[in-house]
Structure formats: structure tokens, C-alpha cells
């Protein structure tokens, strides 16, 4: 017998089956905005909280029951799995992680170690264990990685970055180097997400938060491939899982975020979801796309939003909810709470 | 008779009449990268020198020269426009600009005062006139100023923003109190054009450069009318001037932009020349749009990437060959040479 969650709005719309109701969840559901997840910061730092599985647990299934979301997702960091490859990682109280040994050239690339299974991030699967084990059965969870080009924009410029010069530069100046740093980065992006999948998750995200920097050509040439192979590697590991792609910053970018893989792909709200999924094409589902800002608004104007959102794509299989980028901290809960209700509303 | 800069190449291609080669000018080529402007800036604060019309006159002349460019950019800064309205403006020596008393409600909107004239801003047109006398004739003078998006966000952000939350949420919350705003900066962005104008300026360019952190429908919405009031207000002011209509960040954008006036788009890296020019549509001229990180790369690099980008625009009248964005200071200046030299020995 199937588990109850391969029936879920969520299971179901990542499959491309019409669904009774549009399934919502939220990028960084359980973050900053909730109050009790701020108090619990105030006792435990981020990276201690990330490295603790049962608080992790707690957190995300505290935050699905509270907001009556349609899946759970994995409480972690795009970050984690560059500590044990071997760059020191730190999350100061402020301006964003920084790593404090960044990638700045072929010699620093080869000191890079392709991640051989789950040593050093064995938190993160008992994370999943627990999660998985603490949710009710009709809810999914999604486990979740960066994608090696947000992976190496971080790994190169050390933190946050406005022009991402110097991962430009590395990829301009050195390919050879920008390949080998891409290729380790996408076989462990692959290990990790089929042990997420191994730990207890039913579907997976792949973040590729910062590639709207570059323009269409250099997504095809120099990060296109690397992509691709992490979707096939899960392709091959468990063709059951279904993958989200996504990605913000670039809507040129979409044509080829589909083909680089994913059977959802993940939208922010610069382009409208239909325009978005024109893009995309008719074999890939969709989600997204609602701007983050919009829920520093009213609660009336941010269900007129959602229902503007949503109107487009009424009716199409394959549709899940979400922002198109994480919940801001300074979001009333209340309104979240205004936008699931919004979906769940919808006709 | 007409003078000289009238058959430039650059005026001839923004009145999209064929050339016989193609114009190319860079946004910020007179800025940090250069060793002669960073030893200015260790006598002379950014403010002090935005204020100094000699020496404004100065930096861009002598820019032109050494860069062999088709036309010179008036040298100032797209946040002086709102000292006379009534912000306080700063340039601390890291972090971009900062305004002392942001605009973050419909009360702040009422103190900020609409542009008479030049009132406070004299030095600029001083600036442009001086520029103008002494370059040769046959070079065009651009002048410019910020859209009203992009003013706005900076007024109501007090600075650089990852999310521009404040500004979002004031368009959310009080679309009354933002469209007072965006007027007021249009009306004053029109008269502050008409100015430069006056004073000598061939062409204008309008920066929208952060408004690719919108959705195609937030434009059409909340700013479009706004820019549009500007494009007007200088066709009836002065038909025969171009105006370069730029932005960044966002390529669902494109047809908006079109539709909201100017006669040459600026367009960034995100997507190809070709799909640019296709969403803008053949009534307009393109400009742009190579990714100023590229400059980072080796000279034989930079000339096969401008080779690669002007390739599908070969033969097309109205196109002006620049970056998509500012020169970024780490730039070698040889590095910026060859892309000169490059688009002039296109055939």
C-alpha cells in the first residue's frame, strides 16, 4: 500500500495529477517571521540549531502544523554541505554566512573535497529521520540543496555579493577550474539529495538563488551541464522523487532551467506564471510566484494578490503555491497565514 | 547648418539611421577603475567633485580622449536631484550613498518638494555646459538623471536595499501616497532633463536601475505611468533630443520599458541583443549589453565576447554597443580599450 503522503496536494501537483485544491507551502516557512522561532534563537545560535536534528525537527513540523501548509520542509542551510568539503563556514549575527577560506583559483578548487557520503553532515539525515517521523503521514517532506552555481557563487565570494564579480571571474578566466569546481560541487549536491531521499524525504528542491546573475548564454555554457547532471543523478537514484528546480533573478533563464531538469520549476514573481510556464513548457509543472513583499501588506490586498496570481493557471495540473523567493523576517505571521488561506480558498 | 556631433555616430544610431560603424560609450567610464580619477578622489570627495562643474567637465572630457568612446556622459550623480527636494544626501567612503531622513510614509511625501527648476542644481547644468565647450564638436554630450522608480526606492530605502522591502510595502500599503511620490520625481526628473538640455546636453539617458526587482504587472501598475510622464514631458519639450531608456534586473520587463517611452532601450546581460530587441519591438534602438564582469576577463576574451554579442545585431540600424551596467572599479583599463577597440573594428 502507498503511504498516505503519495496522495497528498503536494504529491499529487509535483506529479502533474489535477488536485481537489492548489497545495501551498512557503520558502523559509519556519524562519525569523515566527516568534517562537526567534526565542528559540535567542537560546541557540543558527549553525548549533541546524546541527541539532530533534530542534530542527521540531521547527518544521511546529511551523507546518501552525500554518496549515501542504508540506513540511527540511529546517537546514544551502551552506552546510561546504564544511565538510572543506571551507569554514560561520553564520555572524549579521550581512549573511561568510566562509572563511573562499575559492579564488585552481589551486583552491583542487583543496576542495567531492563529498564521499553523509560523514560530517550526518545531522542533516537525522534531521530528515525525525522530521519524517514526527509528521503526520498525509504530509510530504521536502529535503533540499543549493544548486552548484549558488553553491560556488557562495564558495567563491565568500558571502553575500552584489555583481558576484569574482565568480565571474573565476568562470571567465579559468574554465577548466570553474568546471572542476562545478562538477565536484554537482555529484555531492546529488550524494546529499539521494541521502536526504534515503533519510525520509518524498520530494527534493534545488536552489539556484543568486544564477539570475548571469545572462542566457553563460547559464548554457558554463552552469547548464552541471545542473543537469545533479537532476540526472536523482533521475537515476529514485525516478520517484520528483525534483523542484528553482530559481530567481533571470526569467530568460527559464527555457533552460527546464531543460537542465526538474519536473517543477520555481518561479519568482518577475515574470507571470503564465508567461513563466509558457517558457517553461507544457511537460514541466510550476511553482511559485507571489513577491515575498506582498505580505507586508494587508491581508485583503494580499488575498486580491493571490487570487491574481492564481487565475491564469486555474484549473492546470501541476500547480503548487509559494513565494518566489523565502518569507521576509519582518512578515506578520497573520499574513501568512492570510496567503495559505488564500490557496486554500481558491476556486 | 547643422553642427558637428548631428552626424555622430552615436546621434545617428539613436535616431536609428544606418552607420558605418557601430557607436559604442560605457556607463561609469569615468569612475574608479581609472588611476587618474582615483587620485582626484584622494583630494576631492564625491560630493565635493559632483558640485565642482570645472572638474566635472573635466573627468568626462578627458575620459572621452582616453578612451577613444563615441560620446561623453555628463559626470554626476543620480541621487543629487533630491538635495533640493529636500533629502539629505551623503556618500560615506563605503556602502553607497545614504539619505539622512528617508521617505517612509505619506507624511515624509508631503515634505519632499517637487523640483521648481534648477534652483540648487545649478552646478550640474554649469557641469554640462562646460563639458560641452570643451569637447570637440563632433562628440555627443549624454546627459541623465534617475527614473522614478529608481529615486524612489533610494529615498524611501535611505540606501542599497537586497529586497527593497520599504519601498514595495509603501507601494502596497499606500498607493496613494505612492503615486504623489513617483509624481513628484517625475515631474522634477522632466524639468531636471529639460535642463541639461538646455545647457548643451545632445541626448539623455533615464536609469531606471533597480527596477527589475518588480514583476512585469508591479511595472505596469505602479511605475509605468510615472516613467511615461517623463518620456513625454521631454518629446514635448524637445522632439528632436534622444532619450536612452535603461534598466536592469529583470527582462519581462523589456516590452514595458518600450511602452513606456524612449527611443533607444538600454538593456543588461540577462538576455541575448536579439531577444531584447524582439520584446522591445523594431520601433526602437537598443542598447547594451555586456556583462561588465566580462571586462574582469583576458583582452583576447572581451573581444571574442563583444564579437559574440554584436554578431546577431550585425547591419541593424539603432544599436549602441555598451555594457549592461557600470564599469566595476577592479576593472584593468586595457581591459575596457579592447571592448573600444573591439565594437570600432566590427565590420
Given at each position: 500500500m502507498l503511504p498516505a503522503w503519495h496522495h497528498s496536494l503536494l504529491m499529487k501537483a509535483a506529479r502533474r495529477e489535477p488536485t481537489r485544491r492548489i497545495p501551498?507551502?512557503?520558502?523559509?516557512?519556519a524562519g525569523r517571521y515566527l516568534p517562537e522561532y526567534r526565542a528559540l534563537r535567542r537560546q541557540l545560535d543558527f549553525l548549533?540549531?541546524?546541527?541539532?536534528?530533534?530542534?530542527?525537527?521540531?521547527?518544521?513540523?511546529?511551523?507546518?502544523?501552525?500554518?496549515?501548509?501542504?508540506?513540511?520542509?527540511?529546517?537546514?542551510?544551502?551552506?552546510?554541505?561546504?564544511?565538510?568539503?572543506?571551507?569554514?563556514?560561520?553564520?555572524?549575527?549579521?550581512?549573511?554566512?561568510?566562509?572563511?577560506?573562499?575559492?579564488?583559483?585552481?589551486?583552491?578548487?583542487?583543496?576542495?573535497?567531492?563529498?564521499?557520503?553523509?560523514?560530517?553532515?550526518?545531522?542533516?539525515?537525522?534531521?530528515?529521520?525525525?522530521?519524517?517521523?514526527?509528521?503526520?503521514d498525509h504530509l510530504p517532506l521536502i529535503g533540499f540543496a543549493g544548486a552548484?552555481?549558488?553553491?560556488?557563487?557562495?564558495?567563491?565570494?565568500?558571502?553575500?555579493s552584489r555583481d558576484y564579480r569574482l565568480t565571474k571571474s573565476l568562470m571567465y578566466t579559468d574554465p577548466g577550474a570553474w568546471d572542476a569546481l562545478l562538477g565536484r560541487l554537482a555529484r555531492s549536491v546529488a550524494r546529499y539529495l539521494a541521502a536526504q531521499i534515503d533519510a525520509g524525504a518524498q520530494a527534493v528542491q534545488v536552489f539556484d538563488s543568486w544564477v539570475g546573475c548571469l545572462g542566457a548564454d553563460d547559464?548554457?555554457?558554463?552552469?547548464?551541464?552541471?545542473?543537469?547532471?545533479?537532476?540526472?543523478?536523482?533521475?537515476?537514484?529514485?525516478?520517484?522523487?520528483?525534483?523542484?528546480?528553482?530559481?530567481t533573478g533571470n526569467p530568460a533563464l527559464l527555457p533552460?532551467?527546464?531543460?537542465?531538469?526538474?519536473?517543477?520549476?520555481?518561479?519568482?514573481?518577475?515574470?507571470?506564471?503564465?508567461?513563466?510556464?509558457?517558457?517553461?513548457?507544457?511537460?514541466?509543472?510550476?511553482?511559485?510566484?507571489?513577491?515575498?513583499?506582498v505580505l507586508l501588506a494587508s491581508p485583503a490586498e494580499i488575498r486580491r494578490r493571490v487570487r491574481q496570481m492564481i487565475e491564469p493557471v486555474r484549473g492546470r495540473a501541476g500547480y503548487i503555491a509559494n513565494l518566489g523567493h523565502g518569507v521576509l523576517p519582518q512578515t506578520p505571521v497573520e499574513?501568512?497565514?492570510?496567503?495559505?488561506?488564500a490557496v486554500h480558498e481558491f476556486e
Open positions: 501551498v507551502w512557503l520558502m523559509r516557512q548549533a540549531l541546524c546541527k541539532d536534528p530533534q530542534r530542527c525537527a521540531e521547527v518544521a513540523i511546529r511551523t507546518v502544523e501552525r500554518l496549515g501548509v501542504d508540506a513540511a520542509i527540511l529546517f537546514s542551510d544551502l551552506l552546510l554541505i561546504l564544511e565538510p568539503m572543506g571551507l569554514g563556514l560561520e553564520f555572524p549575527g549579521s550581512g549573511g554566512p561568510r566562509l572563511r577560506n573562499p575559492i579564488r583559483s585552481a589551486f583552491d578548487v583542487d583543496r576542495l573535497r567531492e563529498l564521499p557520503g553523509m560523514d560530517g553532515l550526518e545531522f542533516v539525515a537525522e534531521a530528515v529521520r525525525r522530521t519524517r517521523a514526527g509528521l503526520p552548484p552555481f549558488t553553491l560556488a557563487a557562495y564558495a567563491v565570494e565568500g558571502g553575500p547559464y548554457r555554457h558554463y552552469v547548464l551541464p552541471h545542473s543537469r547532471a545533479v537532476f540526472q543523478a536523482l533521475q537515476a537514484f529514485r525516478m520517484d522523487v520528483p525534483a523542484i528546480h528553482f530559481a533552460l532551467l527546464g531543460e537542465a531538469g526538474g519536473s517543477i520549476i520555481g518561479v519568482d514573481w518577475r515574470s507571470p506564471l503564465e508567461d513563466a510556464w509558457r517558457a517553461v513548457g507544457d511537460s514541466k509543472g510550476l511553482q511559485g510566484n507571489l513577491d515575498p513583499a499574513n501568512v497565514l492570510a496567503m495559505v488561506d
